[in-house]
């Protein structure tokens, strides 16, 4: 099992209420890049955290964006101050949102996702149309080219029915 699908075996054992999106997203659904992370949102509520904080633990997580790599280490108190966090474990980057902008704060991202199976795992994704429109709000060169593949795969999709 590759080392993203352990993270998220990890994640999804320890109870984190949260659903893939960004590159890792485009992935399940059928693009052709590479991603080197795997994009989350999540509920940023203390207990959610605690449960992210419990499923890396031993991965020996770090705030990638910090001076000097802070371990991450939170309690129900510090969580409360966190909206973003960008993480490297052992296993790979993660980065856990709080928003996704085109759609919103968790509870309308949630909304906009789908399970998936992906080799034996029920992840929530977001879903096609939900993750082109957070590729167009996004607006970078590489949104673009990866909203070029998702059109693609939805007009197949869209045959296929």
């Known amino acids: 099992m590759s080392d993203q699908l352990t993270l998220l075996r990890r994640l999804i054992e320890a109870g984190l209420d949260f659903v893939i999106v960004g590159g890792y997203a485009g992935v399940v659904h059928g693009c ?24 890396l633990a031993d991965l020996h997580p770090v705030h990638r964006v910090t001076p000097g790599r802070k371990p991450l280490d ?12 960008y993480l490297d474990t052992d296993l790979g980057r993660l980065d856990c949102l709080s928003t ?9 991202v949630k909304q906009a996702s789908e399970e998936i199976d992906v080799a034996g795992l029920r992840l929530r994704v977001l879903s ?12 970078r060169p590489r949104d673009r080219e990866a909203i070029r593949q998702l059109e693609a795969l939805k007009a197949l999709r869209g045959r296929d029915a």
């Open 74 to 85: 939170l309690t129900a108190d510090s969580a409360a101050q966190f909206t973003n966090l």
């Open 128 to 139: 096609l149309d939900a993750l082109i429109r957070a590729k167009e709000a996004m607006n």
């Open 100 to 108: 996704i902008e085109g759609l919103g704060d968790y509870p309308q």
């Open 32 to 55: 052709s890049y590479v991603t080197q992370d795997i994009d989350i949102c999540c509920l940023f509520a203390p207990a959610n955290l605690l449960a992210l904080h419990q499923a």
